[in-house]
T-cell receptor, first 114, second 113 residues
Framework: DAGVIQSPRHEVTEMGQEVTLRCKPISGHDYLFWYRQTMMRGLELLIYFNNNVPIDDSGMPEDRFSAKMPNASFSTLKIQPSEPRDSAVYFC????????????FGNGTRLTVT | DQQVKQNSPSLSVQEGRISILNCDYTNSMFDYFLWYKKYPAEGPTFLISISSIKDKNEDGRFTVFLNKSAKHLSLHIVPSQPGDSAVYFCAAPEGNQGGKLIFGQGTELSVKP
């Protein structure tokens, strides 16, 4: 089992550019989560999917952020246009079910917006 | 308002001794708690959990204690090893959404040989 795979590991971009982060969850996991970690706010949930359907996107900061899960093995988080305050580590995680199953996190994408 | 708080940003312990990491919460509706461990440049990994129907859960060197009346939980590591050096996060699911975790700010544990 390769675990949750995220790409790229690092992304440096200029303000105003579009950024796309990618995630491949663990096969067989029905839930996929996008978290963001910053110094100020710590780890916070942005959005999560169940069987490829977005369930709760209340953590998405604003319309510049969008997430999709076109199939069970792939998800994207897009920021357009990016701003310096979006600089953070973005984690994708998956779990077998939403209730008390531990989340399995990827190693994250460190995003720097200059 | 932080619903899950870890007031100690760092902790340093000698190898072989006990490490105690603390976590407080404000929401009395929380009924399940988890601890995650995070190494630099990696994602958090699940360590141990506890349901509110218990006051203790043990897994090898790791024990979590829950004091519901005080809204406090703690993670004990005995004996501590240098490989335990990491950031430890306390977390609780929000509402009935198990994966929607509210994380504490983390405590960085350093175990010195």
């Amino acid at each position: 089992d390769a675990g949750v795979i995220q790409s790229p590991r690092h992304e440096v971009t200029e303000m105003g550019q579009e950024v796309t982060l990618r995630c491949k969850p663990i096969s067989g996991h029905d839930y996929l989560f996008w978290y963001r970690q910053t110094m100020m706010r710590g780890l916070e949930l942005l959005i999560y999917f169940n069987n490829n359907v977005p369930i709760d996107d209340s953590g998405m900061p604003e319309d510049r952020f969008s997430a999709k899960m076109p199939n069970a093995s792939f998800s994207t988080l897009k920021i357009q246009p990016s701003e310096p305050r979006d600089s953070a580590v973005y984690f994708c995680a998956s779990s077998l079910d939403s209730f008390n199953s531990p989340l399995h996190f990827g190693n994250g994408t460190r995003l720097t917006v200059t | 308002d932080q619903q899950v708080k870890q007031n100690s940003p760092s902790l340093s312990v000698q190898e072989g001794r006990i490490s105690i990491l603390n976590c407080d919460y404000t929401n009395s509706m929380f009924d399940y708690f988890l601890w995650y461990k995070k190494y630099p440049a990696e994602g958090p990994t699940f360590l141990i959990s506890i349901s509110s129907i218990k006051d203790k859960n043990e897994d090898g060197r790791f024990t979590v204690f829950l004091n519901k009346s005080a809204k406090h939980l703690s993670l004990h590591i005995v004996p501590s090893q240098p490989g335990d050096s990491a950031v430890y996060f306390c977390a609780a699911p929000e509402g009935n959404q198990g994966g929607k975790l509210i994380f504490g700010q983390g405590t960085e544990l350093s175990v010195k040989p």
